[in-house]
């Protein structure tokens, strides 16, 4: 894509490229667009907990080898639900609070906000 009539490309972002530049990306949602996001979202640290017990119970040969199936699922889903659940709640509910104004974490402040709320599940689950 080689800019006609002298006129410079510009991204999504409205930043001007360099004259006789090809734009890499086309359209808003290409195909590589799509790709880094869905992996992105697939590999979220957040969900790697869940990945990992998923892996022990259910592939591992000898972790779980006594465990009855109904016990392998309960295990999945409690750790779905405090590793998973949990935090994305939380910063469901502070964004409705307005401690924070993205869920996407930008800034230092918003992620010292999920710092201490995770040191509180921690304490809460510890002293019980």
Same mark, same amino acid.
């Given at each position: $894509?080689?800019?006609? /009539?002298? @006129?410079?490309?510009?991204?999504? /972002? ?12 086309? %359209? ?11 992996? %992105? ?26 465990? %009855? $199936?109904?016990? @392998? ?28 104004? %993205? ?5 230092? @402040? ?19």
């Amino acid at each position: $894509m080689i800019p006609e /009539d002298n @006129k410079q490309l510009t991204t999504e /972002d409205n930043i001007l490229l360099p004259p006789n530049t090809a734009a890499v990306v086309g %359209s808003r949602w290409s195909f590589v667009k799509f790709t880094a996001h869905f992996i %992105s979202y697939l590999f979220h640290p957040i969900f790697i907990p869940l990945y990992v017990v998923a892996f022990l119970v259910f592939i591992h040969p000898s972790y779980f080898s006594g465990f %009855s $199936m109904a016990a @392998k699922k309960q295990t999945l889903l409690i750790v779905l639900i405090n590793a998973v659940l949990f935090p994305l709640f939380a910063v469901v509910l502070l964004k409705a609070v307005g401690f924070i104004q %993205s869920i996407f974490l930008k800034t230092q @402040k918003t992620e010292l906000y999920l710092t201490w709320l995770a040191v509180f599940f921690l304490l809460g689950i510890f002293s019980f």
